[in-house]
């Protein structure tokens, strides 16, 4: 589980500012990667 954490962090690391620039809301920032990570391209 800290390994999915780690991503996780990671992606907040390396996405936060496009994520706040593009008024996306914090409680959705997570299952964002999840989709990402697990390519679900569903609107």
Do not use: C, G, W
Request: charged fraction near 25%; aromatic fraction near 12%.
């Amino acid at each position: 589980m800290d390994d999915h954490n780690d991503e996780y962090n990671h992606f907040l690391q390396t996405h936060q500012l496009q994520l706040v620039f593009n008024n996306i809301p914090k409680h959705l920032h997570r299952r964002l990667y999840e989709k990402m990570k697990n390519a679900i391209f569903d609107s």
